[in-house]
């Protein structure tokens, strides 16, 4: 059974930092890529960034410079730091364990349950 459990969402002021994480279980860990997704209120869920099983990242445009996925494959674990937070980074956002494709394609599989992070002063 696959299990991805996010953790580390929470309420912080504009300008302020939130470290996501997302633990794995049930998958060969190492050889699926990695996402993180949001979705805003009335809003489709997006991808925000994207890890492969190379370490290779990509990111949505709105993140760049301010977001950075990482994983570690001892702890079968991808997180997202979040940095210079906006109130338009308010979201739930979900982890995704997946494939990726040809160049920034990725193609989700399996989701967490997701953890909300509230950017307001």
């Known amino acids: 059974q696959v299990q991805l459990v996010e953790s580390g969402g929470g309420l912080v002021q504009p300008g302020g930092s939130l470290r996501l994480s997302c633990a794995a279980s049930?998958?060969?860990?190492?050889?699926?890529?990695m996402a993180w997704y949001r979705q805003a209120p009335g809003k489709q869920r997006e991808l925000v960034a994207s890890?492969?099983?190379?370490?290779?990242?990509n990111y949505a445009d709105s993140v760049k410079g301010r977001f950075t996925i990482s994983r570690d494959n001892a702890w079968n674990t991808v997180y997202l730091q979040m940095n210079t937070l906006k109130p338009e980074d308010t979201a739930v956002y979900y982890c995704n364990a997946g494939k990726s494709g040809t160049g920034e394609n990725y193609y989700p599989m399996y989701w967490g349950q997701g953890t909300q992070v509230t950017v307001s002063s």
């Open positions: 049930g998958i060969i860990f190492s050889s699926y890529a």
């Open positions: 890890i492969t099983n190379s370490r290779s990242t």
